[in-house]
């Protein structure tokens, strides 16, 4: 089979791999389609994030859907031809977050997630997936929207951990795939009120698109200034800080209503952020984090069967597994034009 593996920093070669093994409790995937994350563009040209740094030649790729080749012998809830979406988060099953639920918090989550410095990831045909980790698609969900199920995940843990309520409302900071990811899933949970800031115009073009009721530009305006203007002068009930900016990160507490929650979604480079705790305090605000998600791929397949979201509408590039390298650098390099890359096997 063929596997894009990451050689060196800068560089995906083609290779010739074996056709892997699956144990009693694994299927045997044929990957279809696999999106790009923002983590595979920094493994990629960085070759690391923080801590986790790419050592040998590695396999990236952790948003993948596919269909079941083969099941292992003690596999009841998946047959051969099944449609399926892989939840990346592996964990140990052992540790103390993964026996209360958390396992996204495992012990050991760096080493096992998928596709990255220590697991090979899903760019090739071919994986050996845990069947417990392995979800059923529906008919009616299509296969390009099932390879944009991983993000909205992140967004779904988001919303969800921000306890949004009907009737609030919310501004995103950033409308890269997991800004709009949030807008998506806190209109599917009833809030219509969403402001969205970003410094590109044509992503905040698809924010609109896809139903911010506002967005604002901040490269052309203080968004501070513009969104109390438009919450005349309250702020939003719940400010989602996506981009990762650490400007953006210090200005969130500033958008929030009093008694609002922060969520903070994207990371940043491990830079410290000088943040107003005392304006925080004053407004007795809470703050929620996000380490990627966990449990969440059912209820996303149970949204998206029920009430088509139409995840795809973010409009993702696709390229073949050959052309992998080429999409890679298209992403880094044209910001404005490509919102997420997503790979045909
Ligand atoms: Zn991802
Ligand atoms: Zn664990």
Not at 83 to 88: A, E, H, K
Not at 328 to 344: A, L, S
Request: aromatic residues 6%; charged residues 25%.
């Amino acid at each position: 089979m063929k596997a894009a593996v990451l050689t060196k920093v800068g560089c995906i070669e083609i290779m010739e791999h074996e056709i892997p093994q699956i144990s009693d409790d694994e299927v045997l995937v044929h990957v279809e389609y696999v999106g790009v994350c923002g983590s595979d563009l920094h493994f990629f040209a960085e070759g690391g994030i923080g801590a986790a740094k790419i050592q040998e030649p590695r396999i990236l790729g952790h948003e993948a859907c596919g269909r079941v080749e083969k099941v292992g012998k003690n596999v009841t809830d998946l047959k051969e031809g099944d449609n399926v979406v892989l939840d990346p988060g592996l964990s140990c099953g052992k540790c103390h977050y993964c026996r209360t639920g958390r396992y996204n918090l495992c012990t050991y989550a760096l080493k096992w997630f998928l596709g990255n410095p220590w697991t090979d990831g899903a760019f090739r045909e071919y994986m050996a997936y845990p069947a417990d980790r392995t979800y059923k698609l529906p008919d009616s969900i299509p296969k390009i929207r099932a390879a944009l199920i991983e993000p909205y995940c992140v967004a779904l843990h988001a919303v969800e951990r921000s306890a949004a309520g009907y009737g609030q409302n919310a501004v995103v900071l950033g409308a890269g795939c997991i800004g709009l990811m949030t807008l998506m899933a806190l209109k599917a949970h009833g809030i219509n009120e969403i402001i969205v800031v970003d410094v590109i115009e044509s992503r905040l073009a698809k924010a609109v698109e896809l139903g911010a009721s506002h967005i604002i530009n901040a490269a052309k305006e203080n968004p501070v200034e513009k969104l109390k203007e438009l919450t005349e002068d309250i702020g939003v009930d719940l400010v989602f800080e996506t981009s990762g900016s650490i400007q953006a990160q210090a200005q969130t507490v500033e958008y929030l209503k009093k008694g609002g929650t922060i969520t903070f979604v994207g990371f940043s480079s491990g830079q410290l952020v000088n943040y107003d705790i005392s304006t925080l305090m004053r407004k007795e605000a809470n703050i929620a984090t996000v380490f990627r998600f966990a449990n969440q791929h059912k209820k996303a397949i149970e949204q998206l069967a029920d009430n088509p979201i139409e995840l795809e509408k973010i409009m993702p590039q696709i390229y073949k597994l050959d052309n992998i390298q080429q999409a890679i650098e298209e992403n880094i390099r044209d910001k404005d034009k490509v919102i997420k890359c997503v790979i045909e096997i």
